[in-house]
């Protein structure tokens, strides 16, 4: 063994007895916070992640840069020193090297608690332009070992003011990544001049808004994208030290939106048929839309209506997220959240977090449409409707998914 093996040994021995002799550090760490940067190729990741980094919230985090191809260039232009920067070049992270980012982020947290490297306080991801950032998500939502170390801080996406309208006609992923963001930032506004630039700012800002309601949209260029912006846009308060569910679900931005979205399902199943004309056809595949439902629902029925989109149709939810009142212990509410069938564990609060004690849950599906959702609620809740089977039905199904759900 080389000298310098032994001498990490021992200090990994020493932290080891140190943390043992200190009761405080017997307890489980509290999850550190991960941000997702995405967007697509050129959309400014970069660029904001090296803006980020000059901030002081920033000043203990670890990047981890996913680069598409055998060379990555990337890692040379972000502004960061020594071991906090990682980058991963072995391909696509949506689809080759999930696994590599277990390994990386296990990895990380191993030498991170034995001290052979700075404790960071939070983690960056950027991905590749190309990637879905739905298995970057899966991973610390579903990983046994890293949802208990990692909460999902936000997913930023970056979306080009000049290009990004063009982009999305053309390309699937940059919709898909505008629809699962929980901020998107406009880059390049500086370069859109004169009224049509204005025009053309305005427009794209719509879009985004009809893609995904609850993301606010913020613009570099006029200084909005600052740390405070973008940081802590996950359901963990860190200031408060709670659940900020309210502002974490920002279903009032769906509500505002139902009233002028013309393309999704209302709460009595009625839907408007006539889309607008502009739409391009991959935004025509994603609704956005929050149900609402006063009274509580039985456990045994949520869970089972959670499963049933789940393995049913769990490609079609890019994101969900919620509070339900169940009618075990209505006044408990769970919080849920999913992407795609991954779903984290429910979480179940003390008490509601204000005085509206009504189940919200927002969705952003693909290919699916809001009344087919409320629909399956309805049956599950035995909320009677002549064209809808009811829960007994459902259950009695002997193609529905067995019962060892989400809810136990
Ligand atoms: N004028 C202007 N240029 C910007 C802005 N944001 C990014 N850029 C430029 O756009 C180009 C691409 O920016 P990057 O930050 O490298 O974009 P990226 O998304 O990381 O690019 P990839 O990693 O290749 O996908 C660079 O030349 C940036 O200087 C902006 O807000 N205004």
Redesign the pocket.
């Known amino acids: 063994m080389s000298d310098t093996d032994s001498s990490r040994n021992e200090r990994e021995a020493d932290a080891a007895a140190a943390r043992e002799a200190d009761p405080a550090a017997r307890r489980p760490p509290l999850p550190i916070p991960l941000t997702v940067i995405t967007?697509?190729?050129?959309?400014?990741?970069?660029?904001?992640l090296n803006r980020l980094l000059r901030d002081e919230a920033l000043s203990d985090a670890l990047v981890i840069i996913n680069e598409f191809g055998e060379i990555g260039l990337?890692h040379l232009?972000v502004e960061t020193a020594g071991d906090d920067l990682i980058v991963m070049t072995s391909g696509c992270l949506c689809c080759s090297i999930r696994g590599d980012l277990v390994t990386t982020l296990e990895d990380t947290l191993r030498r991170r608690d034995n001290d052979r490297i700075a404790p960071f306080n939070r983690v960056v991801i950027?991905t590749?332009?190309l990637a879905d950032p739905a298995p970057v998500l899966h991973t610390i939502m579903y990983h046994p070992y890293l949802m208990l170390r990692f909460r999902l801080d936000g997913v930023l996406t970056?979306v080009d003011a000049v290009n990004g309208a063009a982009t999305l006609d053309a390309h699937e992923e940059a919709v898909k990544q505008a629809a699962m963001a929980d901020r998107i930032i406009l880059?390049?506004?500086?370069?859109l001049t004169g009224e049509a630039g204005e025009r053309s700012a305005l427009a794209l800002r719509e879009r985004l808004a009809r893609l995904n309601p609850g993301a606010r949209v913020l613009d570099?260029?006029k200084g909005e994208a600052g740390a405070g912006a973008l940081l802590d846009a996950g359901l963990y308060n860190p200031e408060r030290k709670t659940l900020d569910v309210r502002r974490w679900l920002n279903a009032e931005a769906f509500a505002a939106d139902h009233d002028h979205d013309d393309r999704h399902g209302h709460h009595d199943g009625h839907r408007h048929e006539h889309a607008k004309p502009d739409v391009n056809r991959h935004d025509e595949r994603i609704r956005a839309f929050c149900m609402r439902f006063e009274a509580p629902i039985a456990p045994a029925a949520f869970d089972l209506f959670l499963e049933l989109l789940r393995n049913a149709h769990g490609p079609s939810l890019l994101r969900v997220k919620g509070i339900v009142a169940l009618s075990d212990d209505p006044m408990r509410p769970v919080v849920i959240h999913g992407v795609q069938h991954v779903f984290h564990p429910p979480v179940r609060l003390a008490a509601w977090p204000d005085a509206d004690h009504a189940t919200r849950i927002v969705f952003i599906l693909r290919d699916m449409e809001p009344a087919f959702v409320e629909g399956l609620w309805r049956a599950f809740a035995n909320v009677p409707g002549l064209d809808r089977p009811d829960a007994a039905a459902l259950q009695d199904n002997p193609l529905a998914p067995a019962r060892s759900g989400l809810l136990g």
């Open positions: 967007g697509f190729l050129g959309a400014g990741k970069t660029t904001l990337d232009l950027e590749t332009g970056l880059s390049k506004t500086d370069l570099a260029a």
